[in-house]
């Protein structure tokens, strides 16, 4: 338990379909993050927001849409995804961007995408 | 091409054994992480080193940042230890992010 908590764990959705990923901490972080991890490849940042705001999206297809109401909950909005977007989408915390290599950073269990 | 290179991608023991994975990069780091990801897809963070070797019970990771080369050793290796090891150098200063290796699966036979 790394006190990030992610759902729902496993989803299967259709390319027409619009689901959310989410992620809770309540470990009084300002930095939340989500990672993509494909087959046989490596960890891929793809949102970051420090503070609820968004620092960094790394070229990101719309089709994948973040939401950080506070700085402990994140959202990941689905929306007409395509079969090579199935992955796991892990998200991750620290105390604050620096954090992330200065200090630590603890990843939730990962929500394990299936697009069908 | 990867900036991280792990060795082996893939890695079977026989319990007790001892078992060395490695990583090289070609960034220039300050620090580096290592990861631990179980099957169910959790990720832990094991060690974030900068110089020498630090030691967790049954784990050791060195680095020498000259080289650039990291390892993760483990000592009497344990089925439970079955899981994949994952290498995140970190270039350092304002640059918050980690580049990631591919990983090591490390599957440990009773």
């Known amino acids: 338990e790394t006190g990030v908590t992610q759902t729902p764990r496993h989803l299967v959705m259709g390319m027409t379909n619009k689901k959310s990923l989410k992620c809770e901490q309540h470990?009084?972080?300002?930095?939340m993050y989500w990672y993509k991890q494909s087959a046989k490849k490596p960890l891929e940042l793809m949102f970051v927001?420090?503070?609820?705001?968004?620092?960094e999206n790394n070229s990101v297809p719309s089709r994948f849409s973040p939401e950080c109401p506070n700085s402990s909950h994140l959202f990941l909005h689905l929306h007409t995804l395509q079969p090579e977007d199935s992955a796991l989408y892990l998200c991750?915390?620290?105390?604050?961007?620096?954090?992330?290599?200065?200090?630590?950073?603890?990843f939730g269990e990962g929500s394990r995408l299936t697009v069908l | 091409k990867n900036e991280v290179e792990q060795s082996p991608q893939n890695l079977t023991a026989q319990e007790g054994e001892f078992i060395t994975i490695n990583c090289s990069y070609s960034?220039?780091?300050?620090?580096l992480h290592w990861l631990q990801q179980h099957p169910g897809g959790g990720i832990v963070s094991l060690f974030m080193?900068?110089?020498g070797k630090k030691k967790h019970g049954r784990l050791i990771a060195t680095i020498n940042i000259q080289e650039k080369h990291s390892s993760l050793h483990i000592t009497a290796s344990h089925p439970r230890d079955s899981a994949v090891y994952i290498c995140?150098?970190?270039?350092?200063?304002?640059?918050?992010?980690?580049?990631f290796g591919k990983g090591t699966l490390l599957t440990v036979n009773p």
């Open positions: 927001y420090n503070f609820k705001e968004q620092t």
């Open positions: 991750a915390s620290s105390q604050d961007q620096a954090g992330a290599s200065a200090g630590e950073l603890f």
């Open positions: 960034v220039g780091i300050s620090a």
């Open positions: 470990l009084g972080h300002n930095a």
């Open positions: 080193l900068s110089s």
């Open positions: 995140a150098p970190w270039g350092g200063g304002s640059n918050y992010k980690l580049t």
